[in-house]
């Protein structure tokens, strides 16, 4: 079918979309490292997992043999309100580069949560609903996430309890409503409903609250109230899997026009994005059955993949949950106050760090005045108001196709576009008023952090 | 087709979106009466019009005997980049509401304008940049209109003046901030840039302007700069022209499964979405060929239908505009601060006008309350969180899948879902912190209205 005209948006029919996950590490021949029990230093068991998280997500945590994963019928009830998502070819962005390039970009914006963690968080409410529970705790910082999963546990009508970092909640007061409307309880963090939000309060009275200390929050309330579990909505393996659906559709799209893409590029903060888009084509590439030049783009502000170490380290900042194996900068760095939220963190999926290792991926760093360059103007281009993090992968994307407007090649680019920037107008704001800055931290403000590592590395 | 499984979602093909607009006045055996001059009262002339509008517009508002217009080619490669829009199927609102009526939405809102508005901006962009102006004004209240034309403009490199209502401005800063990302200037109004402006400003110097205000000084910015030219949102015949095509894939995605609606219900604030969704419809009905019950939904505060009297009116409180006969609560007329800015109008189309009043459609009128609760009940179970005016015709949706519930009747209802609310979560915010209020005006608060009406009609 390769001579057909392609449509401005390749949508799937129903019977199209992906009937199972695709678990990209059974396919791996060297497997990430295993999780460690923070205590212990051992691998993780089942059982340890299933204390804070579902079992059957601690279940496909530990999974690195099977392949395929069906999705249940009510989570394919549930995508098929908001899926497929388009594989839309960007002709006007193509007209207006003047390039040779063919660029698609997946598009996961178009439903209330305005991202693509609402793929992750169904799943997630759906095996907490099939155990029993009564609810699950999480933390969000922009936001995204914690809407996401507000929206899943409505839908089954389970407790959500959202531990927002105070700083947020209170300058997004937009996206607290959101959640409050899917039902959800929103509680600034740090607050006086835990242990450890008591004692940082009364250690630091006047503190905005960090991720860091949300996190521990909502995994002490998670662990200490009965029929309560932790939900997480990036960085580990059960995210990726989930995510799987949007390669999974995005090849099942190309596939049927007969494109095959040079190049696949996404951006990268904890990696479920990225590691969902890629997989069915990382998975060719492990398999030696096609080759794709794979790039993800992370902020120079926080460049755990371009600088950070390939070690064992802290996933979250209060200490609390296993350590993993992955480029990271440690857990005590601080990212600065970069608007992409959601990729202002320290580590990295450990199945894209070892991929990353093995040099099957590339990645790149980019400055946020340059990715907010190209948020405007794919926005008046395309017209979609993409998400700062989203605008990581557009501003790679643009390079590389001005890169074959000079040397003529006719690549097809295919980019995740993974949401909508109807929340992140501050930051658009700053950028339109010309008071946008960059930051590229120094080797010695990524000192600190990478003196926080474990010692379990040396 | 009658009996294949429908999905989710029905997605036109690029190739059955239409290709030409639909002008219901053209079918209709009784035309609306002609819009007035508001100095001579005579019926407008093309050249009086084409002095506030672009010349090809005001052919088109004043053209009643051509049924089909062609879409030019360059509005639709716009309209593909975010159209079709899909047409759902919302078996999960008839699963929770356990209604044996097959409910369809039309779901206008999966672009960054946030609504339908977009699909006449870029019509009227098109046709101004053709026109060789260099720009255009106009006014925007809550903001959707404002975005979306800021959206067309930028796609056509004209530039867009936004005479921004100042307590919007202030308040609604993010809806601000898109249109800028769109290279707009949004200007709030009353603004020192127009002697109207000045002139309000030094009589009442802490006002914080209104609708009224900002169309006068959009259309003198208009017609006393060079090159420049006023457009509007809703109300006008080229608006519903525009809108045809809302209704023209509707129809053409339920003839594709053989699907006949029974019912159709639209929110209609000025009528553009309605009178866009309805016409195919309508127009099988004027010529005899189906018979279908349509209903407009408005707010029970701005009752123009329902409590309105069908007499000639000014469009605009600064009575600058041509006057036209329609259903209106007079533009003296100060509506309350309901929450669905949209929908706060004291005029109707005069197209919808004409045909409630010969009975070819009903009007309803609901609460703001209940339609907070329709529009919660609506994103926790169908994941769209819904603009409060889109939730007017939500209410009357749930009110009558539940009616067929009682009766066992399996209607078949559709119904226009213009926009997301992400840009209204203030809103939000009073609906969930219980402190949203009902409000009707009494038949002495509608006086002063209809003591404002023109002297034309008597």
């Keep these: 079918m390769t001579n057909q005209k392609i449509p401005y948006k390749i949508y799937l029919e129903e019977n199209e979309m992906p009937k199972q996950w695709y678990n990209l590490r059974a396919d791996m021949k060297q497997k990430p490292e295993p999780l460690l029990n923070p205590e212990t230093l051992q691998p993780v068991t089942l059982e340890e997992l299933s204390g804070i998280f579902c079992a059957e997500l601690a279940k496909q945590e530990l999974n690195d043999t099977d392949a395929y994963i069906d999705i249940p019928e009510e989570i394919r009830k549930f995508y098929r309100m908001y899926r497929p998502s388009p594989l839309v070819r960007a002709y006007c962005l193509e007209e207006k580069l003047q390039t040779p390039a063919k660029i698609y970009y997946k598009f996961e914006g178009n439903n209330t949560s305005g991202s693509h963690k609402l793929n992750s968080a169904i799943a997630q409410a759906y095996y907490a609903k099939q155990q029993g529970l009564k609810g699950v705790t999480t933390e969000t910082g922009a936001g995204q996430w914690g809407t996401a999963l507000s929206m899943a546990c409505s839908y089954f009508d389970l407790d959500c309890q959202v531990y927002m970092v105070k700083v947020s909640y209170e300058q997004k007061p937009f996206r607290r409503e959101v959640m409050r409307t899917y039902g959800a309880s929103v509680t600034p963090s740090p607050s006086e409903t835990t ?252 000192k600190p952090g990478f003196d926080s590592l474990p010692k379990v590395n040396s």
Tied chains: 1, 2.
């Excluded at 000079?406 to 295919?414: F, P, S």
């Design 195 to 446: 242990n450890v939000g008591r004692a940082i309060l009364k250690e630091h009275p006047g503190t905005t609250g960090s991720l860091g200390c949300a996190i521990s929050e909502a995994v002490e309330k998670a662990v200490s109230t009965e029929g309560y579990r932790y939900v997480l909505g990036s960085v580990l393996n059960q995210v990726l899997l989930h995510q799987s659906v949007i390669g999974l559709e995005t090849k099942t799209a190309l596939d049927k026009y007969g494109i095959v893409p040079d190049m696949i590029i996404g951006c990268a903060g904890g990696g479920s994005n990225l590691g969902g888009l890629i997989s069915p084509f990382m998975g060719e590439k492990i398999r030696g059955e096609k080759d794709y030049q794979i790039i993800a783009v992370e902020p120079a502000s926080c460049p755990s993949l371009t600088r950070g170490k390939y070690a064992y380290d802290y996933c979250d900042t209060g200490r609390v949950c296993p350590l993993s194996k992955m480029y990271t900068l440690g857990s005590g760095f601080i990212p600065s106050a970069n608007h992409a939220g959601g990729l202002r963190y320290h580590g990295m999926s450990s199945t894209l760090s070892k991929l990353y290792d093995d040099g099957l991926m590339e990645a790149r760093s980019v400055e946020q005045t340059a990715v907010f360059e190209a948020a405007t103007e794919f926005a008046r281009i395309e017209g979609i108001l993409p998400a700062p993090e989203s605008s990581h992968a557009i501003r790679v994307a643009i390079d590389e196709a001005l890169k074959c407007k000079e040397t003529g090649e006719e690549k097809t680019i295919v980019f995740g576009l993974t949401g909508t920037g109807y929340f992140d107008m501050v930051a658009y704001e700053k950028f339109n008023n010309g008071e946008m800055s960059d930051y590229i931290p120094t080797d010695e403000d990524l």
